[in-house]
């Protein structure tokens, strides 16, 4: 048997803050891996959940391309909606993870990974770097069919990579948020009646399907101060080149997001008790 | 922490717990000295998980103050957390990785070095026979098998205490007996201290240097297994000494057995 000594009792006085912000670097490394271990085994799954978004593309911005109901001057109404739809896609999975956080409660996963030397923040980072990964394999899909679509889309990677980026944000955002959501609700039902009841409004309170000179005063104002707005400013922006406030939309998303991973984390332990 | 007598295992002082109006722990004392396998008995709601999740970190204990070598639970969270394992009393091993992943997850956890991680997680799996069905996922096992997979993850990275809340339930004579037997095996190889319940009075008297039986949020009678024998009746059995110190309540009201009963098919429902 090659059992080695159990960990040695001295030397773990008060953590110094390097030792805890290695420990949180690597314990959100060990947390995001997981995650990869979990859509490996689940790749059916990554696909099937692009067909929503990809017919809210062909469906919804092909007839509205043709009736011209919405105005948004030069640019086809079709080219207009695609950023709405990657940005709207990465909300729908993100939203879906408080869900999956009182699943692995349920299930006694979260109670047994408090546990173990791993900082809060570590097990919701790992959430929300999931989210951002299936929200960007659906925003591939979502890209390709709109290129073949014939959306005029960047090829500046620059500005690819800055869509990554955005989208990750994006994830990460909602993602907490629904974590934070679960940490309030506790329980599963709960979670989907808010959890519904919030993100329609999101969405259609954002400017993902119509501009933001169409909305009224009330709704211009709601989409301020919804992060789905600035998501999609941004993205609108960087892939067909509408006039976007870039520096405002990623400030804003960034604090958003360190902010939602903070009160997530803080919430969590309400769930394994 | 300077050179004193050794601390013991886990300290347990004046810990109470409430869950709204049920009072599930009212004043809990106990010491657990390093090295030995102590077992917490008691029917059913006589408040052993809330005391063992207490000593995890998860469950605040104030006014009581708990100790882990030495270390109080309350303030140095992070480091009690690297020297425990834990098997809770509900089957919990994430369906959605395999069985082999759900172990080198807490080989991460625990910081086992890279270099061995991959032969540390083989040598956990194949101690408690999973390495044929290691590479399926987690939400094909049997109940025996995640059991056993639990076992493997709490115990990847040696740990100074290891608490077991009930192991070996559901576990046919074997599995129960190859738990035990690789439990003890480690106890061996690495001196560590056994924390468990279980509803088994023959694992008890077997297995425990020593018990504390707790009715109603409290321990009433703690001692080695013979001396507690002893106390009753000189040809008294463990099962006599319960029943003594639990009065007729062996069974516990209908509603919390439904309520146990949930939790088991809620969780099965959840792994499959
Ligand atoms: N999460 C909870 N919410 C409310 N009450 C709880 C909770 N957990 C436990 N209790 C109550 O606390 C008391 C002690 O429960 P506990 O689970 O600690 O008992 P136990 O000794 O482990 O019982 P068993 O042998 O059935 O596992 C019970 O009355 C139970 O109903
Ligand atoms: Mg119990």
Redesign the interface.
């Known amino acids: 048997?090659?059992?080695?000594?159990?960990?040695p009792?001295?030397g773990?006085?008060?953590?110094t803050p390097l030792s805890l912000f290695r420990?949180a670097i690597s314990?959100i490394a060990?947390m995001s891996?997981?995650e990869v271990?979990?859509l490996r085994?689940?790749r059916t799954e990554l696909f099937t959940r692009a067909i929503q978004p990809a017919l809210w593309l062909i469906i919804f911005g092909e007839t509205f391309t043709r009736l011209r109901a919405i105005p948004t001057g030069h640019i086809p109404y079709i080219d207009y909606l695609a950023p709405g739809i990657i940005a709207q896609s990465a909300l729908f999975i993100a939203i879906f993870y408080g869900i999956q956080v009182i699943?692995?409660r349920?299930?006694?996963?979260l109670?047994?990974?408090?546990?173990?030397?791993?900082?809060r923040i570590a097990l919701v980072t790992g959430k929300a770097f999931a989210a951002s990964i299936r929200a960007l394999i659906q925003a591939l899909v979502v890209l390709i069919l709109a290129a073949l679509l014939g959306v005029a889309l960047t090829d500046n990677p620059l500005k690819l990579l800055g869509m990554v980026a955005l989208v990750s944000l994006g994830s990460c955002f909602f993602c907490c948020l629904s974590i934070t959501i679960a940490g309030l609700a506790l329980t599963h039902d709960r979670l989907m009646g808010i959890g519904q009841a919030i993100t329609m409004p999101l969405f259609f309170g954002s400017s993902a399907l119509y501009p933001i000179n169409l909305m009224p005063d009330w709704l211009r104002f709601f989409n301020l101060i919804n992060p789905l707005g600035y998501e999609v400013d941004g993205l609108r922006g960087l892939l067909i080149g509408t006039p976007a406030q870039l520096g405002l939309d990623f400030g804003v998303l960034a604090l958003a997001s360190i902010f939602m991973i903070s009160i997530a984390s803080a919430l969590l332990v309400r769930l394994?008790? | 922490?300077t050179t004193r007598t050794v601390p013991p295992a886990v300290r347990v002082t004046g810990v109470r717990h409430r869950f709204g109006d049920t009072v599930a722990v009212d004043g809990v004392d106990f010491d657990v000295a390093a090295g030995m396998v102590f077992g917490l008995l008691g029917p059913n709601g006589a408040g052993k998980t809330t005391t063992l999740?207490m000593i995890?970190?998860?469950?605040p204990a104030p006014p009581g103050t708990i100790e882990v070598?030495?270390?109080d639970v309350a303030r140095?969270k992070?480091?009690v957390?690297?020297?425990?394992g834990?098997v809770?009393q509900?089957?919990?091993?994430?369906?959605?990785?395999?069985g082999w992943?759900n172990v080198a997850?807490?080989a991460?956890?625990?910081?086992v070095p890279r270099a061995?991680r991959r032969?540390?997680v083989d040598?956990a799996l194949e101690s408690v026979g999973l390495v044929d069905v290691a590479g399926r996922?987690a939400s094909t096992y049997s109940g025996g098998m995640i059991r056993r997979l639990?076992l493997a993850?709490a115990l990847v990275?040696?740990?100074?205490l290891l608490m077991l809340d009930e192991p070996t339930i559901g576990l046919d004579p074997i599995a129960r007996t190859s738990v035990w037997e690789r439990i003890l095996?480690?106890r061996a190889?690495?001196?560590?201290t056994v924390l468990v319940t279980t509803h088994y009075m023959d694992e008890a008297d077997q297995y425990c240097d020593r018990i504390a039986l707790m009715h109603h949020g409290r321990i009433r009678a703690m001692g080695t297994p013979a001396e507690l024998k002893a106390s009753v009746d000189p040809d008294a059995t463990l099962d006599d000494v319960f029943r003594a110190v639990t009065g007729d309540e062996l069974r516990s009201s209908p509603g919390e057995r439904m309520r146990d009963v949930r939790a088991t098919r809620?969780?099965a429902h959840?792994?499959g």
């Open positions: 048997m090659s059992e080695q000594l159990a960990v009792l001295t773990w006085g008060k953590p420990l314990r060990t891996l997981v271990q979990k085994h689940d699943w692995e349920d299930a006694g996963v109670a047994k990974l408090m546990v173990t030397p791993t900082p394994a008790r | 922490m999740r995890t970190t998860l469950l070598f030495g270390l140095h992070l480091a957390r690297r020297l425990i834990y809770p509900r089957l919990s091993a994430d369906g959605a990785l395999t992943e997850l807490f991460r956890l625990y910081d061995r032969q540390v040598t996922t639990e993850q990275n040696a740990p100074r095996e480690v190889n690495t001196g560590m809620r969780t959840r792994l």
